[in-house]
């Protein structure tokens, strides 16, 4: 492979936007795989990557085996969608435990972290095969034809942050591998395969821009930059407008917290909290064995008696009025009826799954039949409002008129999630049915009575599970928007001191997962996603380690911990609302990452403050990301001090 000497890692990163190479398994057609490397986002001392391989053959490949060496001074760090051994300096890369089948007419994808020293000047891998086979495809490639230059390039669509891109396919004498998006000159972003449209984000409003795209082949050949089209984002209004991507505020309110957090839906009216927000998502929802929307009344399956049965007296309520002994609807749903009629503008929507709730969604998403029997009991059930008789919960009232939509969350299609609950390959085609399904439905239902209902998704950030998971471009064509998780990138799990909700990547920072909100926004936009339907996740609470050295800079970041810390509910958790009070800690900032963090020796907290809230919203702001969402609102003080610092930033106040 040629190597490439940019003058600098930000050319680096253009240079080897989208490098490709080919090879065939030994058990497959060499005309039929190929294996294309793929450079993204590079920093200071480090850069991520993907390999995609590509199936166009009739049968699955069911497994491979790729190993590569990378030049001196390069090395990957961590590796998702995979396992991947290194001895010196030889990389060995195979399916993950649960496998990985490159289905016919498929691909998969592996995504990766690495890092340079400084003075090197490639960092593509080098000697590499693919089950034994040569990367350049077995018997050595003579395909020196490059693909005609792509035609018909036109802008669709674009914010003051962004602009979406189409253009006409490109052809081959053997096949296209992909596209680069070049931006004055240098590639911003790649597309694989078929793709003919994505999203070039992170753009300054009211400046003009040339686009242009080149098509490239499996052999590395590529094409002429097409005929340049020019585009002026639009302008924004000087700081009263929300910014590039929009204004929504998410709050995510659990069911559960109104016992032991003492967060009721009267809360988020009281501490102004409901009057700053456009979505109110209430968690969860449970899916039966046999894949329908259910309600339980005992631990582990549901609580319908807070859901609907539970009275609230009249200092408890959102309208002042007590809930008598003969109302049909009390509970949170009643409490969030009447949250409405005082917020008129407010969308509440039911989100279905979570953590532990997700199990039944791979049975449920599986088949068209069982598909159509998932979104139609949950429409049923939370929109038309025909809730059940259960014994113990109460009141048994119609909940209709309380939802406005369903939030789909599912941890997660075709990865791991919680340790009960189940995924397959075939999820990531299935989930993007199953929206399908839910969309159909929601719409059908709108037309009947006169309304529109929402969907929305909280979708993963893990690149990986995102590779894995989601085929980003047809699912954003159904969804009003996603709200993507900021946070959980490290916590008590782990043996290091680390951030969860970094927006860039952290020099030094040990894994064994790394990445960052930058790597994740550009993993859904190079995908498809428009950044304007992105809603970026923010934590209202921090999680933390015991245990833990000063390290070389006395602020203990990435050292060793014993353990996690003590929690009030959980050990390695706990509310803004308990950390903003801890007496003896040392706050710490890394304001380009918009983290903070709190130490007082042996005990280290990472924690968003309204400070960091206000840096990640601008972060938010400047990629043209649709606004901000809050898991979850019981986290806030009383005052509603996070979410008033989000409303306050996003105002341009």
């Known amino acids: 492979m040629p190597r490439i000497r940019p003058a600098a890692a930000a050319v680096l990163a253009a240079a080897l936007a989208a490098t490709p190479m080919f090879a065939a398994p030994a058990a497959a057609d060499a005309a039929d795989i190929t294996v294309v490397y793929t450079e993204g986002q590079t920093w200071e001392t480090g850069y991520s990557g993907q390999f995609t391989i590509v199936n166009e053959g009739d049968s699955a490949l069911q497994d491979w085996t790729l190993e590569f060496s990378l ?41 990766f972290n690495g890092s340079f020293s400084a003075g090197v000047t490639a960092t593509e891998p080098e000697s590499c095969t693919l089950d034994g086979a040569p990367c350049s495809g077995g018997p050595p490639s003579e395909d020196t034809e490059a693909p005609s230059a792509p035609a018909g390039l036109r802008a669709t669509d674009q914010t003051s942050g962004s602009v979406t891109l189409s253009w006409d396919a490109a052809d081959d004498d053997v096949g296209v591998a992909g596209y680069e998006v070049l931006r004055d000159g240098e590639v911003a972003t790649s597309t694989t395969g078929t793709a003919t449209t994505t999203t070039v984000g992170g753009l300054q409003a009211d400046t003009e821009y040339a686009f242009s795209v080149r098509a490239y082949d499996a052999a590395g050949n590529r094409s002429t930059a097409g005929d340049p089209v020019t585009v002026r984002t639009p302008a924004d209004d000087g700081g009263t407008d929300p910014g590039p991507g929009g204004d929504r505020r998410v709050g995510y ?72 002994w003969d109302q049909p609807l009390r509970g949170n749903f009643n409490q969030l009826r009447e949250l409405k009629d005082e917020h008129p503008g407010l969308k509440v929507l039911i989100s279905l799954g979570g953590w532990t709730w997700s199990k039944n969604l791979s049975d449920a998403a599986l088949t068209a039949e069982s598909r159509e029997r998932l979104a139609s009991s949950c429409v049923d059930m939370y929109l038309r409002g025909n809730l059940p008789v259960i014994d113990g919960a109460g009141g048994t009232g119609s909940a209709a008129g309380v939802f406005d939509g369903i939030d789909l969350d599912w941890e997660w299609p075709a990865s791991a999630g919680h340790p009960d609950n189940t995924f397959r390959p075939q999820d990531k085609e299935n989930f993007t049915a199953l929206v399908q399904e839910f969309r159909d439905q929601l719409d059908a239902l709108g037309a009947e009575n006169g309304r529109e209902y929402e969907l929305s998704s909280f979708m993963a950030a893990d690149p990986g599970k995102i590779e894995a998971g989601y085929e980003v471009g047809p699912l954003m064509e159904d969804f009003d928007f996603v709200t993507v998780q900021g946070y959980d990138f490290h916590g008590g799990w782990e043996d290091t001191a680390n951030h969860q909700s970094n927006l860039t990547p952290i020099p030094g920072d040990p894994g064994p997962d790394i990445y960052s909100m930058q790597e994740t926004v550009q993993a859904y936009v190079d995908r498809g996603a428009d950044p304007a339907d992105l809603v970026m996740g923010v934590p209202f609470y921090g999680r933390g380690w015991t245990g833990v050295s000063p390290g070389p800079d006395g602020d203990g970041l990435h050292q060793p911990a014993d353990g996690a810390a003590q929690g009030p509910f959980e050990n390695g958790i706990d509310d803004y609302k308990n950390l903003k009070d801890l007496s003896g800690f040392t706050l710490h900032r890394d304001e380009e990452a918009g983290t903070a963090w709190l130490y ?4 280290w907290w990472t924690y968003d403050d309204p400070a ?33 610092a989000i409303d306050g930033a996003l105002d341009g106040s």
């Open 71 to 111: 030049p001196d001074g390069a090395s990957l760090s961590s590796i998702w969608n995979a396992e991947m051994d290194e001895s010196g300096g030889a990389y060995t890369v195979t399916p993950p435990a649960w496998g990985a089948p490159v289905p016919a007419g498929g691909s998969y994808g592996v995504g």
């Open 600 to 603: 007082d020796g042996s005990t």
């Open 612 to 644: 960091a809230m206000r840096q990640k919203v601008a972060w938010a702001q400047e990629q043209g990301l649709g606004g901000i969402m809050a898991w979850s609102l019981d986290g806030d003080d009383a005052q509603g001090s996070l979410m008033a």
């Open 253 to 324: 309110f659990t069911q559960w917290g109104v016992y032991a957090r003492d967060y009721l839906v009267q809360d988020m009216d009281t501490s102004g909290t409901a009057e700053k927000l456009t979505h109110v998502n209430y968690a969860f929802a449970n899916v039966s064995a046999d894949g329908q929307c259910f309600m339980a009344n005992q631990p582990g399956e549901g609580d319908a008696y807070a859901d609907y049965g539970r009275s609230f007296g009249a200092a408890d309520s959102v309208d002042g009025e007590g809930d008598t």
